[in-house]
Structure formats: structure tokens, C-alpha cells
């Protein structure tokens, strides 16, 4: 096969920052994709239903010209976040998400939970309403060893939540384990996961063998090759559970290639080729669809999309710019280090 047309993707795990950030990155989303989660940690993080209103009326006003893109909002929670707010949010349309973020455990995520006791109320209102609740899943404690902490999250905080929370909806974002893959299968329909292009590409020794790829560091970090493994045929199975979620995480490169180096891999602009290529690698193209474009709507209850994307294969690699040039900086676009030769026709 060197053609297929799947149901426009949408992506269920988006970076797209603010000001001239926001305007720089969105075109390399909207080029391919209708709709996307859109995370909410910015500085000051998006709490409340009227901060998310206002962000998403700036996400619209950044959009290309005739872009067709509907940005679909989530709630950052915090230990004081309001129950109330949170439903009158979810009940008007404008929000579809509510997103857990461990105090501490990535880019700009002070603001999160550290006693999950406090955030009780919410989520029984969550369960109740159907509303999802997207999880970054590390536990934060220096004690535990960075590449064990998806692990540890879902044995010692997500599985306690989710026993005392009957009913509530969960996404495990970006997982990167096997033992995350494991977890969401052994799981009812309340669960599900998302899972980046790039961890079906990296393994740790990408990032750190033969000099420190900063491109390459984000959060979840890459683990052992193993649990690329698990990733990719999870992904490609076709399993209703698993979908796309990019994490596409845009900061400029003096952020990046610095001694202290922020976590993200920019990966919306190539992110469509990349998966045709990897799907191609695991004999599973034909499942390309449930995972970019039909099982996230399915889990979020929302159409799935009309319009549509074709992906080409040629005898010629594909080009992106290395980098993008945004108002605030330039920002390098996911390499994958091998050449790709499917096309998105746009
Ligand atoms: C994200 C960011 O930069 O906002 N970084 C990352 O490495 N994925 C935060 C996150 O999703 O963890
Ligand atoms: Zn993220």
C-alpha cells in the first residue's frame, strides 16, 4: 500500500503555549489535525472554566487563515480547584478534560496536587458528570529512581484513585512503560491511554548514547528498549484503548541546548509521516486509523472526524524545516534519525 486516506486525526495531548509561541506552533497542528486536548500549563496555569474560555478565544484568534482546527479545552487541578466550576465547564461544551498533574513532576507543574485527598471532591463530580481526567503518571519523590517512576505512579496513586473513585474516566497520557501498557489493558473502559510518536521511536540510549540529545529529553523520559517495544505494538493493535496523544512540547532552543535543559519533543509538524512509517515497520498501516483518527472521539464521545487525510509513500524522503521560526525563538522540529518517505498531502 502507498496511499491511505484515514478520517482527519485529531491529537489528544497538545502543547500549544501562548502568545507568540502559540502563533508560531499552531500551523504545524492545523495542518493535519482537526481538533486536539489542549494542556493547560501555561504560566499561570488554566484553572478555572473563565481562564479556559479566555485561552481558547486566543487560540482561535492565533489560528491560519481558513484553518478548520477546534481546540478542545482542559482544566489544570489544583488542590482548591471548585467542583462547581469545574461541571458548569464541562456542561456549556468548553471544556473536555480535567488534567492531573503531580506537584513538581514536569514543565510548569508547581501549581498541581500533592495531597490527592484534597482533590476528592472533584473527581467524585468528574465520575459523575463522565468527565475524563488526563494524568501525567510519575510520582515525584527523589527517592525513586527517574526511569521507575511511571511504574511506581500507577501502582501507589492511579490504581488507589481509580478504586476510590468508581466510574471516574481516566487517561493515562503519554505512557512509556510497558508496565503502563500492561496496567491500561488489564483495565475496564474507563481507562485508556495515550501514547506519543516519539516514544515509539526513542529509547533512552537515543538520548544519551554518543553525546546528550537534548531534542530528545522530555517527560516521560524514554525508558529501555523493551518498553519501546510495548509501546509500538500497543499502538498498533487497533485496541479501542490506545491513541494518539503527541505531547508535541514546543520551547525554543536556548531552553533546550542549555545545562539545565527544559523536557519536550516538538514533534506536530512530522508526527503524521512518522507514524505511517512506523506503523508501515509493523506490517499494521491498516490501523493507522484507529489510532490517530477513531479511538480517541470514541473515548472522548465525540465524532469521529468528516474530513480526511492522505498519507503517500514515494522513492523520496520526506522534507520538514529543522527548525520553526516563532516570534519567541526558533524551535526544532522532531528528528527521528532515519529517512521517511511517506508524505501528507495537505
Ligand atoms: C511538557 C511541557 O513542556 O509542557 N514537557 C514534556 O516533556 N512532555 C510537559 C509534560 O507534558 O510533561
Ligand atoms: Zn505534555
Redesign the pocket.
Known sequence: MTRITLPRPDDW?L?LRDGAMLTGVLPETTRHFARAIV?P?LVPPVVTGAEAAAYRDRILTALPAGAAFEPLMTLYLTETTDPADVAAAAASGLVKAVKLYPAG?????HSGVRDFDKVRGVLEKMAEIGLPLCV?GEVVDPAIDIFDREAVFIETVLDPIRRATPGLRVVM??ITTKDGVDYARSQDDTLAATITTHHLILNRNHILVGGIKPHY????VAKREHHRLALRAAATSGETRFFLGT?S?P?VDPLKECACG????FTATNTMQLLAHVFEEEGRLANLSAFASENGPRFYRLPVNTATLTLEKTTTAAHWPAKIETGAGPVTVFDPGFPVFWHAID
Open positions: 495531548h502543547h494542556m500549563n513532576a514536569t514543565t510548569n507543574s501525567h497520557e503519554h529529553y522530555c517527560l516521560p505531547d512540547a520551547h527544559c523536557a519536550g519533543c
